[in-house]
Nanobody
Framework: QVQLVESGGGLVQAGGSLRLSCAAS????????MGWFRQAPGKEREFVAA????????YYRDSVKGRFTISRDNAKNMVYLQMNSLKPEDAAVYYC??????????????????WGQGTQVTVSS
């Protein structure tokens, strides 16, 4: 099992940047695929980005491609989401998630059994 703690959320103006961090503890972190998801009030949780256990494969939802970058540091048990050119529609609670099935990189919440508590991102227009 792995425990996840997100940080780095906050209030930013449209066009600004934030870097979210996810600290993992527990079992062997480098075996896990990792994902970032977000959930806005009244909406379903949606996929944002994901990265394979090695960092060699990354995936993004279309609306964040070219603006967000997911990365990981297996030596530090960390996953990051660099968010640039933020838009008001990016505002949500952002969640880090882990999947111990290293053979896949899930793009849906149902493929991730482990979740952090979330960090709020607010974007003012």
């Amino acid at each position: 099992q792995v425990q996840l703690v997100e940080s780095g959320g906050g209030l930013v103006q449209a066009g600004g940047s934030l870097r979210l961090s996810c600290a993992a503890s527990g079992r062997t972190f480098s075996n896990y695929a990792m994902g970032w998801f977000r959930q806005a009030p009244g909406k379903e949780r949606e996929f944002v980005a994901a990265i394979s256990w090695s960092g060699g494969r990354t995936y993004y939802r279309d609306s964040v491609k070219g603006r967000f970058t997911i990365s990981r540091d297996n030596a530090k048990n960390m996953v990051y989401l660099q968010m640039n050119s933020l838009k008001p529609e990016d505002a949500a609670v952002y969640y880090c998630a882990a999947d111990e099935n290293a053979q896949r990189v899930g793009l849906t919440p149902y493929e991730y059994p482990y979740w952090g508590q979330g960090t709020q991102v607010t974007v003012s227009s």
